[in-house]
């Protein structure tokens, strides 16, 4: 049975002014307060009169899109949050990081977990950790399916939370970064290599166990390790 669809076509109203400007700034305003719309049926090609009510106008609203930007990631150490003593993120960090939560939603988890940091750090894609695991076979559509086969998948009608929470193994993880930079002595920022090791050093974690399966050993974490502090620095300003 072929599908049956309506479209909807905008009549221009003669006079602009009478449109409020909100409306006016729209790609597709219909003129509701000018009289009857339009609608032309694809199945049977008739044109239909629909009429709204006088008493109500269509009123649309344009709400802002707000952004966050993010200058550091979650500690699980209160110590930490009020000092300005610590390195700061790097900003392929702190994107790989966003783009964590986003796959973590995208299969529909609770929690942002290490196979989520890991899949952010694939999907920023310009750090050397992001360019060193593809170097070894290590991709992000490797990395999905493996995460799916070892915790499966979500219910269907489950809807993540915007900033799905740290597991306790991923708050670890960004804690394991943020004292290994805090160790090395090294001036600069907390890298995404720094991210990935903690993963790595997170034994018992998914995201230790994916990056295993897929190869990556102790000789390629001491290899990667040499270049923790030599990222380029891209920080927010």
Not at 12 to 21: A, G
Not at 28 to 34: D, I, P, Q
Not at 55 to 69: G, I, K, P
Not at 167 to 173: D, F, I, M, N, V
Request: charged share 25%; with cysteine.
């Amino acid at each position: 049975m072929a599908a049956r669809s309506l479209s909807a076509f905008p009549i221009s109203p003669s006079n602009p002014q009478s449109i409020p400007k909100g409306a006016r700034d729209s790609p597709v305003s219909l003129a509701w307060n000018r009289g009857p719309s339009c609608l032309a049926s694809s199945f049977n090609g008739s044109k239909l009169s629909v009429a709204p009510p006088r008493s109500r106008r269509l009123v649309r609203r344009f709400n802002s899109a707000v952004a966050t930007v993010l200058l550091s990631l979650p500690t699980g150490k209160p110590d930490r949050a009020s000092t300005d003593k610590l390195p700061k993120w790097s900003a392929r960090a702190i994107k790989s990081f966003a783009m964590a939560e986003l796959e973590a939603r995208k299969l529909k988890y609770p929690n942002t977990g290490t196979e989520a940091l890991l899949m952010g750090i694939l999907v920023e894609g310009t750090s050397l950790a992001a360019k060193f695991l593809r170097a070894n076979g290590i991709t992000l559509f490797k990395v999905r399916e493996e995460t799916v086969n070892l915790l499966g998948k979500s219910d269907l009608y489950f809807f993540s939370p915007e900033h799905p929470p740290l597991t306790e193994q991923a708050q670890r993880a960004l804690d394991w970064a943020v004292d290994a930079k805090l160790k090395s002595g090294e001036s600069g920022e907390i890298t995404t290599t720094h991210l990935l090791l903690g993963i790595w050093f997170e034994k018992e974690s998914a995201g230790h166990m994916i990056l295993s399966s897929l190869g990556f050993t102790e000789e390629k974490a001491d290899e990667v390790a040499k270049s923790m502090d030599k990222d380029v620095i891209l920080s927010y300003e």
